[in-house]
Structures are given as structure tokens and as C-alpha cells.
């Protein structure tokens, strides 16, 4: 137990390192949270600071799931007599916390980013196929539209189909724990885009342009 609560404070508090409010700070000058999108993640990342700082937010918030689920659980609980099943389970729990460390930031007044690619990190740990099929649809989503918002809500479906298929159809060793989580990501990524819903319906969300930084003047 005390080794549980220690991985899930630790991913809790590794998921809320904001790369992208660091590094605006550090070169800008300025909290990327008040440009653009106003969100603290790769996209408004790549508007304010250039492609090169976006990937390097990106790596890290992937790297922040991949640890928590993967590397931490096995430092903090491969030594325990756990079945594989018990594994699983503290995977999605530290994926969790690390997400929820990436939106509700306690390092900057709980306001974080979407939590897709922390998530996308986290699930990469636990589940690696669903991941790279959810990924392909994002490529696909956002080559066809340029919208990388409608890119991560149709990739978050994607993943709770790709694992019903896997235990329903397939009849792979599919644990009950993945089918919720599966469902819980679909839903989370869904309600961190609910501004993003609203304006594709309204046909007011913008599309990804240049990957070129802008001056605060230009920012919107």
C-alpha cells in the first residue's frame, strides 16, 4: 500500500512539470496559458515558440506517462510478489495520476494542459498496440482536416474500439481493468476538449497553420 500511494504521488507530481510553461517562460518571457489557445501543451507550444520547443514539449510530456506507467511501477513494485493482473492495475492508476498531475498542474495553480500526449504516454506503458492505431488515426484526422483537436478526440474513441476488438473479437487476454480504462481515457480526452467541441460545431476552431513563432501581438 505504502508503495502504491508513493508511485501514484510521485507520477502525480512528475505529470505536473509543465514543459511548455517552463520553457515560454525561460525563452518568451511570458506564461504561454495568456497566447493562443491559452492552453499549456505542444500545439499553442509550437504557435508561441517554433516547431523546435514544440517537439521538445511534446517529448516531454509523452516521456512523463511512459515513466509513471511503465519505469516507476516497475521500480516501485516488480519487487513485490504481484500477478501480472495487480501490475496492470498500478499502471493505469500511475497513468492516471500522471495525467491528472498534466491538467490540474499543483506547480502552477492547477491549470494545466489536455493531457493527450501525457496520456498517449501513459497508455503507451500499459497498452502499446491501441496506441499506435490511435495514433494512426490522429495522423490520418488531422492530414484530412489540419485540426489537431479533432485529431486527439477521434484517436481517444478510437482506443476503447481497439481494445473491445482485442478481448471481444479477437479474444486476446484483455483484462476487465483495460476495458474501463479504455473507456475512462475516451471520456477524460473528451471533456479536456469540451471548448474544442463547442467551436468545431460552431466551425470557429482554428486549423494548424505554419509551425512558425509569433510575437505576443500576433498571438489570438
Known amino acids: 500500500m505504502i508503495s502504491l500511494l508513493a508511485i501514484l504521488i510521485i507520477a502525480y507530481l512528475l505529470g505536473s512539470i509543465s514543459p511548455s510553461i517552463l520553457i515560454s517562460r ?23 515558440l517554433g516547431g523546435r520547443w514544440g517537439a521538445v514539449v511534446a517529448i516531454i510530456d509523452i516521456l512523463k506517462g511512459l515513466i509513471s506507467s511503465l519505469w516507476l511501477t516497475d521500480a516501485l513494485y516488480s519487487a513485490f510478489d504481484a500477478t501480472p493482473l495487480e501490475i496492470t492495475l498500478v499502471r493505469i492508476l500511475a497513468a492516471i495520476a500522471a495525467v491528472a498531475g498534466h491538467i490540474w498542474t499543483i506547480f502552477f495553480g492547477f491549470k494545466g494542459g489536455k493531457g493527450v500526449l501525457t496520456m498517449a504516454g501513459a497508455v503507451l506503458g500499459v497498452a502499446p498496440l491501441p496506441v499506435g492505431i490511435c495514433f494512426a ?25 481497439v481494445v473491445f476488438i482485442q478481448r471481444f473479437v479477437l479474444q486476446l487476454p ?14 477524460l480526452i473528451t471533456f479536456t476538449h469540451r471548448e474544442n ?24
Open 26 to 48: 525561460w525563452i518568451k518571457g511570458v506564461d504561454i496559458r495568456t497566447y493562443g489557445s491559452g492552453n499549456a501543451g505542444m500545439t499553442n507550444a509550437i504557435r508561441l
Open 174 to 187: 484483455v483484462s476487465d481493468y483495460l476495458l474501463g480504462f479504455s473507456l475512462f481515457v475516451m471520456a
Open 197 to 220: 467541441i463547442r467551436r468545431l460545431m460552431r466551425g470557429e476552431e482554428k486549423k494548424f497553420g505554419a509551425a512558425k513563432p509569433v510575437t505576443p501581438n500576433q498571438a489570438v
Open 137 to 161: 488515426t490522429f495522423i490520418l484526422i488531422f492530414a484530412l482536416t489540419r485540426y489537431v483537436s479533432l485529431g486527439s478526440i477521434i484517436g481517444s474513441w478510437v482506443f476503447p474500439i
